[in-house]
């Protein structure tokens, strides 16, 4: 989604589109998170004005995304629901010293030219709102370590898993509870 500088104004104005899943898949196969891949275009609401040269926006975001489980290997249907805020400044003007960065700082990025995309910085909220570690349910057992059984859906036939001999000495260990 692009907005013409010019016709951001002091006055607010609210906007609702919806962003294509198209680029923020290709970055999750690209990147470090890889158990997602959105499933659906993304519900963005953002309402934004002008203060002198710098543009405020500030607004939700709605993802539906398809997530395999960290600990069950099972897939599974989640959303990610963020709010966002950001301020972007003339590149012009920006102050190109990256030391001393403070929290707010954050939120603040530069634009250049007649026209602000909001695609990548979309993109990056959607990033940002998703866990790195994706869990079907909190109280997900995961996989047997020994023959692979989903313990979600089924016990298994395993015998616990012999004690390490190295360990022997932590258990005679008691530890005091209050």
Do not use: W
């Not at 301020?87 to 929290?103: F, M, N, Q, W, Y």
């Not at 995309?117 to 990056?124: A, K, T, V």
């Not at 909190?138 to 047997?144: F, I, P, Q, Y």
């Amino acid at each position: 989604m692009r907005i013409r500088v010019e016709d951001i104004t002091a006055e607010a104005k609210d906007l609702r589109f919806s962003e294509p899943q198209t680029e923020i898949n290709r970055l999750l196969a690209l990147g470090p998170i890889r158990e997602y891949e959105v499933s659906a275009p993304v519900d963005v609401r953002v309402s934004y004005y002008r203060a002198g040269m710098d543009l405020f926006f500030e607004g939700a975001l709605n993802a539906h995304t398809m997530a395999t489980c960290a600990r069950c290997a099972e897939q599974f249907r989640t959303s990610a629901d963020r709010g966002f805020r950001f301020v972007l400044t003339p590149k012009s003007v920006g102050d190109e010293d990256e030391s001393g960065l403070r929290i707010e700082d954050l939120e603040l990025s530069t634009y250049d030219g007649a026209e602000v995309d909001l695609s990548p910085l979309i993109n990056e909220q959607i990033l940002l709102g998703l866990p790195t570690r994706p869990l079907c349910s909190d109280e997900c057992r995961g996989l047997c370590p020994g023959c692979g059984t989903n313990l979600n859906q089924s016990s298994c036939g395993c015998a616990a898993a012999a004690a390490d001999p190295r360990f022997a000495a932590l258990r005679s260990i008691r530890v005091q509870r209050s």
